[in-house]
């Protein structure tokens, strides 16, 4: 489990959780998302639990600044550490995201990424088949090409996955939208996970790519949208095999 989220946490680009104070942050980020801190609670002070990690106290504290960025808790002089309300957390850190996955996540926390999904993408889609390149759409053909090849079950082909999500975005032209980028494909790339992980057949996705892609080459927006629809639709349904799984 430990490779997944540490996998995972890499599509964050540039994360610092390679490193013993990153290592220690997801241990701790873990421990809260998954409820074994809960709001309110107050951490341990630096002392303890800085021994308590074998780590320097200085890597406990760049870890806590690391959550803090995150908005997962809260330093206060002679009131320690408390972790904050959820409603402060930035759910749509990959981080965050991946700390979700941990455990086994909730269906409401799912089908919440799964609605998000709905909402953004097939009016992102529209908005790349209207203004993509030619080499944003070389990419996404190309991303697809590596899907097909090695599936979704390899990490190649996860990679990928992200890439033509990742592509897509950019090619809607909007920098705000593309900020959404690396959560977006975390979003996919840990809804995939846990499929594989819960043992569900996944369904080829290969062709319903290719909807998208074929209507973003051909400049129809409407089409793009409502391929994009549908491929969330499908996705959905075969995430919710998991829950029975």
């Known amino acids: 489990m430990d490779e997944l989220i540490a996998g995972l946490t890499r599509l964050g680009r540039g994360s610092p959780m390679g490193r013993l104070h990153g290592s220690l942050a997801r241990k701790l980020g873990t421990d809260i998302v998954t409820g074994r801190y809960r709001p309110g609670d107050v951490l341990e002070n630096e002392i303890v639990n800085a021994g308590r990690f074998k780590v320097s106290r200085s890597a406990y504290r760049e870890a806590l600044r690391i959550l803090a960025a995150k908005g997962l808790v809260e330093s206060r002089p002679k009131s320690g550490t ?7 957390w930035n759910l749509l850190d990959p ?40 080499e944003q759409l070389a990419r996404m053909t190309a991303a697809l090409d590596i ?48 499929k594989l992980r819960e043992g569900v057949v996944l369904r080829d996705p290969i062709p319903l790519h290719r909807y998208v892609l074929n209507a973003v080459a051909a400049r129809d927006a409407e089409a793009a949208r409502d391929a994009m629809r549908l491929l969330i639709t499908e996705a959905l349904r075969d995430t919710a095999q998991s829950f029975k799984a």
Request: charge should be negative; hydrophobic fraction near 45%; charged fraction near 25%.
């Open 95 to 134: 981080d965050v995201l991946a700390w979700h996955f941990a455990a086994e996540p909730s269906k409401d926390f799912i089908y919440s990424l799964f609605e998000l999904r709905m909402i953004v993408e097939p009016g992102i889609a529209a908005l790349a088949a209207e203004r993509r390149t030619e």
């Open 147 to 194: 899907m097909d090849r090695h599936t979704l079950a390899a990490e190649k082909g996860q990679t990928a996955d992200a890439d033509f999500h990742d592509t897509l975005l950019e090619a809607s032209g909007n920098p705000l939208i593309g900020s959404l980028a690396v959560s977006i494909g975390a979003a996919v790339r840990w809804s995939t996970i846990h």
């Open 82 to 88: 408390q972790v904050c309300a959820r409603s402060r």
